[in-house]
């Protein structure tokens, strides 16, 4: 085939679709039904199991990046420099924008500079990473993505980012509630914003950049019987990238 139907269903699809894995059964499995109105076709320059993560990691990612509406040549923070930061390194210099990197593993962070970020800071070791951000940047990013699930690293936030141009964009989903300043929203210290992981009518933008751009994530592959060391992997902190079950 030339082309390959990659289907997603989603919670937020106007059509009643549930999401495999939380609201519907058969996440894991190699055949699935869904309404064709929660299909796209797949471009031919991309590998269906290499792509498979884009539809949930890299549609989060790019609509985290792309819709703080920035310009070429602008500063980006990406706060979290795992599986979903290092698609988001990746949109974010295909856009165009300067990235600085913001990590607690330096692993992560080399991939993240290996990636194409302009600066890395690990903001456990690097006690003083705001202030040389603020002056690398010339007064703080214009957009902070933060996709990690640390409040501490929401609370962190603010004090990257550019006085009232500045974009403080909430992606990664954190147990705590999060807490930001009334007085600087009030007084527009920046702008509050966030993206989710997309629905079925904003996948293709994702998928069809990605291919242009030759956006590919970090994949590790495993059986079905692997499930449990999958798991294992995630809890552990020791997952690289994305794990994908690939059938044979």
């Given at each position: 085939?030339?082309?390959?139907?990659?289907?997603?269903?989603?919670?937020?699809?106007?059509?009643?679709?549930?999401?495999?894995?939380?609201?519907?059964?058969?996440?894991?499995?190699?055949?699935?039904?869904?309404?064709?109105?929660?299909?796209?076709?797949?471009?031919?320059?991309?590998?269906?199991?290499?792509?498979?993560?884009?539809?949930?990691?890299?549609?989060?990612?790019?609509?985290?990046v792309e819709e703080c509406g920035l310009k070429p040549g602008q500063w980006m923070a990406?706060?979290?420099?795992?599986?979903?930061?290092?698609?988001?390194?990746?949109?974010?210099?295909?856009?165009?924008?300067?990235?600085?990197?913001?990590?607690?593993?330096?692993?992560?962070?080399?991939?993240?500079?290996?990636?194409?970020?302009?600066?890395?800071?690990?903001?456990?070791?690097?006690?003083?990473?705001?202030?040389?951000?603020?002056?690398?940047?010339?007064?703080?990013v214009d957009a902070a993505v933060n996709f990690t699930a640390s409040k501490k690293a929401y609370d962190s936030m603010p004090p990257l980012i550019r006085h009232v141009t500045g974009v403080l964009m909430v992606v990664g989903v954190t147990k705590e509630p999060l807490?930001?300043?009334?007085?600087?929203?009030?007084?527009?210290?920046?702008?509050?914003?966030?993206?989710?992981?997309g629905t079925c009518y904003n996948m293709a933008p994702c998928i069809e950049f990605s291919a242009k751009n030759n956006i590919k994530p970090y994949v590790e592959y495993y059986s079905i019987e692997d499930l449990p060391l999958m798991v294992e992997k995630m809890q552990s902190g020791k997952a690289r990238g994305r794990m994908a079950v690939k059938f044979d």
């Open positions: 085939m030339a082309n390959v139907l990659i289907l997603r269903t989603n919670l937020w699809c106007p059509q009643g679709c549930k999401m495999q894995g939380f609201q519907a059964d058969g996440f894991f499995q190699e055949y699935a039904v869904v309404d064709y109105r929660n299909a796209i076709i797949l471009p031919d320059s991309l590998d269906t199991a290499a792509a498979a993560p884009l539809f949930c990691a890299g549609v989060t990612a790019f609509h985290g990406i706060i979290g420099a795992g599986g979903l930061g290092q698609l988001g390194v990746q949109y974010a210099k295909a856009m165009g924008y300067k990235v600085i990197a913001i990590d607690i593993h330096d692993a992560q962070l080399e991939e993240a500079k290996g990636l194409g970020a302009d600066h890395t800071f690990n903001s456990i070791t690097d006690k003083s990473y705001v202030d040389k951000i603020v002056e690398i940047t010339n007064g703080g807490e930001f300043s009334s007085l600087d929203i009030a007084m527009g210290r920046y702008i509050l914003k966030g993206a989710c992981n």
